[in-house]
C-alpha cells in the first residue's frame, strides 16, 4: 500500500458503494459475536442496576438523580447526606418506587436508619464511580492499566481535574502528570511486549499513552488573548513533552468547549512544529465530528502535518459536550456550532474517518467511539485501503463498552483504553458527564443495551436515517422573505473573541479610534452646533495624560437654550406617532450594529473598560433601542373596556422634557436606554453624560443626528455636573429627571425636584434615580467551589469592580470558607493587571484620579478592620494611569463600614457566617438592595433564597453581573433607586401620563355599536 497523498478528499461512489456493503458486514460481525458473550458480572449488574432503569424511564428521577450524585462529595456528614437526599427526591416522589419511599420517609437525618440509608447511597455513587474512574492513586491506576493489558488493551491516563482558578493550581496539575509519567512509566515499560498493541509494524509504540486538557495548563486559558494563552500554555507544554519522551510516553491533547477549539489546535501546532518537536510522532489531538467545523480543521490539521514532516495521531470523536454547546449558543445569541440532527454527527463522523483512512500518512486514525456502525464504517474504510490493523487503532473510554471491546481485540483491532483517574470530587463531574451519556435517547449503546434496537437498525447508514425520520436537509429557498419589523425581540448577540475575524475588526477599530483621539465636540442644541468659552477634557484612565477628546462645557446659558428647543420640538415631536418615533430607536440600533467595534473602541480608551465589557456595552444600548420601540408601539396600542352607550379609552401622553444624566460605567448603554425610552414616548430630552464619558456621548449624538432626528428633540449639554447637570434639575420646564449614579447625588436630585415642584411649576417632577449597591454572593457549603470562585471573580473585578451590580461581599458558610477563600484568592492573584487596550488584561484602570484616591482609601479602611487576605500591586502601572491591583479583605465584620458602603472599585470583602440564617441577615443587612446571589445545590436553600434573599436582581448559581435587557430587567430598591426596572416592561411607563377618557356616546336612547378599541 503506498501512501496517499492529501489531495485526496474522499472515495469515488463506487467505492462508498463497497465501503457501505462492508460496513454492514463488519458491523453484523461484531454485534453477532457480542450476542455470543456473556456480558461481565459487573456490566451486567450496572446496566440491571434499578437505580440506573428508574433514571431511565423516568427524566424527573435522572435529573434529581444525577444533581445529588454531583453533590454528593461535597456533603460532609450523613445529616447532610440525608437533607439533600430529601430534597432531591421530595420533588419526584411519586416516580420513586414504594420501597424507596418508605425508606426516604424513615430516614431522618440523624436517626440511625438515616446514617444507613446516607451510607448506602454514597457506596451507590461510589460503585457508580469506581465503574468509570480507574482509580484515585497511580498505584490503582497502574493496577487498572496492567488489569487491560492482560486483556490485550493498550491504555491512555488522564487526570481528572478540578477548574484551574489559578496559577498555582495549573502548576498543581502539570505535577500531577510529571509525577504520574516518572511513577509508572518505569514499571510499564518493563512490562513484556503485546505486539497488538505495542507495535505498528516495524515501529514499537509507547506504552505510556497520557491524555491531557490543555485549559488546565493555564488559569488564563482565553483565546481573546491567543499570544498570552499560547505563550503561558506552551511553557507548561514543553516541560510535558521533554518529561514524557524521557518517559517513552505519547502526549494526546483533548479537545474541550468550542470556544477553546481554535485556540487548541493553534498551540498544538506552534509548538509541535518547533525544532525540538518536529521529528517526534508520538502526540496527537482529538477532532470531534459533531463540530460543523470538523472537516475544515481536519483538513488544516492534515497539510499542517505534512508540513511538519512527521505525522502525528488524531483520535477522532463525535464530542461529550452536546448540550453545553447548544444552550450556549442558543443563549448567547451565536450560531450553534454542533450539529443539531444525531445522524449529521455520525455521517461526518464516517466522513471525517474516511478521510483519515486516507491521509493516514501524516494523520494516524485512532477512532473513538462505541457506535458499532461508525467503527465499523472505519474499519470498512481501512479495509478497502488495504491497510494493515496496526496503522491505526480504536479507543473507547474506561468503563464503557466492554464486549465491544474484547471483540475488537479478538478480531485483531488494537484497542486503547481512555482511563481516567483522580479525587472523588472531580471525578464526580465526569461521573455525570459518562451518566447523561449513557443514558440519553441518543445513545447508541443505550440503544442497543436497554432499548434493544436491532442490529439492522443500528446499522443503517446515517444518511438512510435521515431521509426515514423525515430530517432531510431543507431545500435552500432563495430570497426568504425578512423578518417582520417587529420580530420578537432577541438581544443582540456579543462578539465571539475566539472567532480571529472578530478580533481582527477590534484592533482594527483601535487602531481607527487611536488616529481620532484628541478631537474637538460641541454642544447640540436645537439642532445646531454650540460652543463654549469653557471646555472640558477626557483622558484615558490607562494612560492619564493621553487625551481621549474635548467638548465643549455647558453654562447656564446653554441649558436655557437647550431645554428652550427640547420644549418647543414637543409638540411636532409628539404628533409624529409613536411608529416614526420607534423607527429612529431601530434606525439608531442599525448604525450602533455597523459601527459597533469603533463604540467599543472609544470605551476602551475613554473609561477603561476592557474589550468584552465594552463590546457588551455596546449590545446593550442597540437592545435598549429594540426593546423601547417594540415596547412603546406595543403600549401606545388602543386600550378600553367599551360598553353599550359608553366608549372608554385609556391612553398615554409623554410627560415633558426629559433630563438625563448619565453615568461613566456603562457610558452608552445607560444614556441610550434613558434617552431612547424618553424620547420613544414622545418626551424631548436634554442629555447630560458623564464628564468621564462624554466622547462616547457625543458619539451617540452623532448616531441620532445623521438619523434626521428633527431638531430640539434630543439636545446635547456636556459639562459640569454642579453646571449642567443642576441646571436641568432645577429648570422649571424639566418634568422628568432620569438619572443613574451615585446615592448622594441621586437624592440631591430627588430633593431639588421636590423644592422646584413645592415652588410651584405646576406639575410635580418624576424622578427615577438608579443608585448604588453593596451586592453580596452566598457561598453555600454544598456550592460548586470550581463555578463560585470562577462567578465571585467575575463578578467582583469585572470592570475593576465598577458595575452597578458588581459584587463586593461574599458571606462564605464556615464548613467551606478556609477553602473557598483560599482558591479566590490565588484566581485572583493570576488575573493580569493592565491597559484597558490589551485583550490580555482581566483588570484595568479604575475611571479616574477621584475614583482612584477613593477606593484607596477604602482599602486603608479594610487594613484596619479586616485581615488582608490578597492586595496586589499596580506596580509601575499605577504611575502611568489609575491602576488599583485587586485588594481581598477576609472575616470582615458585617456591619463594619468595608462590608456597608459602596466602594465601586477592585475590593472585596469576604465575611463567614456560621450557618445558613446568619448568611441571610447579613446579605440583607445593608441599606441596598440591587442585586445579589448564591451558590448552592440545595433545593431548600435555593428556595429560600428566592424567598428572602431582598433585592432587585437575584441570581442563583451564576455570576450578578451582566443583566441583559428583556431577560433580567435591571434596578433594586431600598437605597438603590426609585424607579422601575430598566429594560423591563414597565420601564416607559416611568415616562409617561396615564389618562383615561370615556364618551357617552347614548343619544335618546340611541346607541352605535360599540366599535373594539383597535378597529
Ligand atoms: C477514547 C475516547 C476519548 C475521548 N476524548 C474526547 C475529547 O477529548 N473531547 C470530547 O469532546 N469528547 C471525547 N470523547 C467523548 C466522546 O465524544 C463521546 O464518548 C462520544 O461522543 C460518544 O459517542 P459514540 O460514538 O460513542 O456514541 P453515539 O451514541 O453514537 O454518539 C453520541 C454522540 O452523538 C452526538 N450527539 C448526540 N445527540 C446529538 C444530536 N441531537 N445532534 C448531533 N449530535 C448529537 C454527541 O457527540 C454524543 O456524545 C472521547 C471518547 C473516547 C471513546
Not at 735 to 760: M, Y
Amino acid at each position: 500500500m503506498t501512501d496517499t497523498s492529501l489531495q485526496v478528499d474522499d472515495f469515488n461512489d463506487q467505492a462508498l458503494a463497497k465501503i457501505e456493503a462492508s460496513t454492514r458486514e463488519i458491523g453484523r460481525t461484531i454485534f453477532d459475536r457480542i450476542s455470543h458473550r456473556q456480558p461481565t458480572v459487573l456490566e451486567r449488574r450496572w446496566w440491571d442496576d434499578r437505580i440506573m432503569s428508574w433514571a431511565m424511564q423516568d427524566e424527573s428521577v435522572k435529573v434529581q438523580m444525577f444533581r445529588f450524585i454531583d453533590v454528593l462529595p461535597m456533603l460532609g456528614d450523613s445529616a447532610a447526606t440525608i437533607r439533600h437526599l430529601h430534597e432531591y427526591f421530595h420533588e419526584v416522589d411519586r416516580h420513586l418506587p414504594g420501597a424507596v419511599r418508605l425508606g426516604l420517609a424513615v430516614a431522618t437525618p440523624h436517626s440511625l436508619a438515616g446514617r444507613a440509608l446516607a451510607l448506602a447511597a454514597r457506596r451507590q455513587a461510589m460503585g457508580h464511580a469506581r465503574r468509570f474512574i480507574a482509580g484515585t492513586t497511580s498505584a490503582e491506576v497502574l493496577a487498572a492499566a496492567m488489569r487491560e493489558r492482560k486483556l490485550r488493551r493498550g491504555f491512555t491516563l488522564d487526570i481528572l481535574g478540578e477548574a484551574v482558578t489559578s496559577e498555582v493550581e495549573a502548576d498543581r496539575y502539570l505535577q500531577l502528570y510529571l509525577d504520574l509519567l516518572d511513577q509508572i512509566a518505569p514499571t510499564v515499560n518493563g512490562w513484556p511486549e503485546i505486539p497488538q498493541i505495542d507495535r505498528a509494524g516495524i515501529q514499537e509504540l509507547p506504552r505510556v499513552n497520557v491524555s491531557v486538557k490543555l485549559s488546565a495548563l493555564d488559569s488564563r486559558f482565553d483565546p481573546i488573548d491567543p499570544e498570552g494563552t499560547t505563550r503561558r500554555v506552551g511553557n507548561r507544554l514543553r516541560t510535558l513533552l521533554r518529561r514524557a519522551r524521557q518517559n517513552r510516553a505519547h502526549v494526546h491533547v483533548d479537545m474541550e468547549s468550542y470556544q477553546t477549539k481554535d485556540l487548541a489546535l493553534t498551540i498544538f501546532r506552534q509548538i509541535m512544529a518547533e525544532d525540538e518537536f518536529r521529528d517526534w510522532p508520538d502526540v496527537g489531538i482529538v477532532i470531534q465530528a459533531y463540530l460543523k467545523d470538523a472537516e475544515t480543521d481536519l483538513k488544516d490539521l492534515a497539510e499542517w502535518a505534512r508540513r511538519r514532516g512527521t505525522p502525528v495521531w488524531v483520535r477522532l470523536v463525535k464530542g461529550a459536550y452536546w448540550d453545553y454547546e447548544t444552550v450556549l449558543a442558543e443563549q448567547l445569541g451565536w450560531p450553534v456550532p454542533v450539529f443539531q440532527q444525531k445522524w449529521r454527527s455520525d455521517a461526518n463522523f464516517e466522513r471525517l474517518a474516511r478521510y483519515l483512512m486516507l491521509n493516514h500518512r501524516w494523520l494516524r486514525p485512532a477512532l473513538g467511539s462505541h457506535n458499532i456502525r461508525s467503527l465499523a464504517h472505519g474499519l470498512a474504510a481501512a479495509r478497502h485501503l488495504g491497510l494493515p490493523s496496526n496503522s491505526f487503532e480504536l479507543q473507547m473510554l474506561y468503563g464503557m463498552g466492554d464486549l465491544e471491546k474484547q471483540v475488537l481485540v479478538d478480531m485483531g483491532y488494537r484497542m486503547r483504553i481512555y482511563m481516567p483517574y483522580g479525587e472523588l470530587i472531580p471525578g464526580m463531574a465526569y461521573l455525570v458527564r459518562r451518566l447523561l451519556e449513557n443514558t440519553s435517547n441518543d445513545s447508541f449503546l443505550k440503544a442497543s443495551f436497554t432499548d434493544l434496537v436491532s442490529p439492522e437498525k443500528l446499522l443503517m447508514n446515517p444518511l438512510d436515517h435521515a431521509a426515514g425520520d423525515g430530517h432531510a436537509p431543507p431545500p435552500v429557498v432563495e430570497n426568504a422573505p425578512k423578518p417582520a419589523r417587529f420580530s420578537p425581540f432577541k438581544n443582540e448577540p456579543t462578539a465571539d473573541f475566539a472567532r480571529e475575524s472578530q478580533r481582527a475588526a477590534m484592533q482594527r477599530a483601535l487602531a481607527q479610534v487611536t488616529e481620532q483621539l484628541g478631537r474637538h465636540y460641541p454642544l447640540w442644541i436645537d439642532g445646531e452646533a454650540v460652543d463654549s468659552s469653557e471646555k472640558q477634557a477626557s483622558f484615558d484612565p490607562s494612560l492619564r495624560d493621553r487625551v481621549v477628546g474635548e467638548t465643549a462645557a455647558a453654562q447656564a446659558e446653554h441649558v436655557e437654550q437647550a431645554v428652550a428647543a427640547a420644549k418647543a420640538a414637543l409638540g411636532p415631536w409628539n404628533a409624529l406617532g409613536v411608529n416614526a418615533r420607534a423607527d429612529f430607536l431601530l434606525r439608531a440600533a442599525d448604525a450602533m450594529r455597523r459601527r459597533r467595534f469603533e463604540l467599543a473602541a472609544w470605551e476602551v480608551f475613554e473609561c477603561g473598560k476592557g474589550w468584552r465589557e465594552a463590546d457588551a456595552d455596546v449590545c446593550e444600548a442597540i437592545d435598549f433601542c429594540e426593546f423601547y420601540a417594540r415596547d412603546a408601539v406595543a403600549l401606545e396600542t388602543p386600550q378600553g373596556v367599551d360598553v353599550p352607550g359608553e366608549e372608554n379609552r385609556f391612553l398615554y401622553l409623554p410627560r415633558g422634557v426629559a433630563a438625563v444624566i448619565a453615568p461613566w460605567n456603562f457610558p452608552l448603554a445607560i444614556l441610550t436606554g434613558m434617552t431612547t425610552a424618553a424620547l420613544v414616548t414622545g418626551n424631548t430630552v436634554v442629555m447630560k453624560p458623564a464628564e468621564q464619558s462624554p466622547v462616547i456621548a457625543a458619539k451617540l449624538m452623532e448616531i441620532f443626528d445623521e438619523l434626521g432626528l428633527p431638531p430640539g428633540v434630543l439636545n446635547f449639554l456636556p459639562g459640569k455636573g454642579e453646571t449642567a447637570g443642576a441646571g436641568l434639575v432645577k429648570h422649571p420646564d424639566t418634568a422628568v429627571i432620569a438619572f443613574t449614579g451615585s446615592r448622594p447625588v441621586g437624592l440631591a436630585i430627588n430633593r431639588q425636584a421636590a423644592e422646584v415642584s413645592a415652588a410651584g411649576i405646576g406639575y410635580v417632577k418624576r424622578v427615577i434615580a438608579e443608585l448604588g449597591g453593596k451586592n453580596a454572593i452566598i457561598v453555600d457549603d454544598d456550592a460548586d467551589l470550581d463555578e463560585a470562585v470562577l462567578a465571585v471573580v467575575k463578578s467582583a473585578f469585572g470592570y475593576q469592580g465598577q458595575k452597578c451590580s458588581a459584587c463586593s461581599r461574599v458571606i462564605v458558610l464556615a464548613n467551606v470558607y478556609d477553602v473557598f477563600l483560599q482558591r479566590l484568592v490565588e484566581a485572583t492573584r493570576s488575573l493580569q493587571i493592565g491597559e484597558a487596550e490589551d485583550p490580555a488584561t482581566s483588570v484595568g484602570p479604575v475611571v479616574d484620579a477621584e475614583a482612584f484616591e477613593r477606593v484607596q482609601s477604602y482599602i486603608e479602611i479594610g487594613r484596619r478592620e479586616a485581615r488582608v487576605a490578597l492586595a496586589v500591586d499596580a506596580a509601575k502601572l499605577a504611575e502611568r494611569g489609575f491602576f488599583i491591583g485587586p485588594h481581598i479583605f477576609a472575616d470582615v465584620p458585617p456591619n463594619s463600614r468595608l462590608a456597608q458602603e459602596e466602594i465601586f472599585g477592585p475590593v472585596l470583602a469576604v465575611i463567614r457566617a456560621a450557618d445558613f440564617d446568619e448568611a441571610i441577615r447579613i446579605f440583607n443587612g445593608t441599606d441596598y438592595a440591587l442585586t445579589g446571589g448564591m451558590f448552592s445545590r440545595s433545593p431548600a436553600n435555593l428556595e429560600r433564597a428566592k424567598r428572602e434573599l431582598l433585592v432587585g436582581n437575584l441570581y442563583l448559581n451564576r455570576g450578578i453581573t451582566g443583566a441583559l435587557v428583556g431577560r433580567q430587567p435591571f434596578g433594586g430598591f431600598k437605597m438603590s433607586g426609585i424607579g422601575s426596572k430598566a429594560g423591563g416592561h414597565d420601564y416607559l411607563l416611568q415616562f409617561v401620563l396615564p389618562r383615561t377618557i370615556t364618551e357617552n356616546t347614548m343619544r335618546r336612547g340611541f346607541a352605535p355599536a360599540s366599535a373594539s378599541p383597535d378597529e
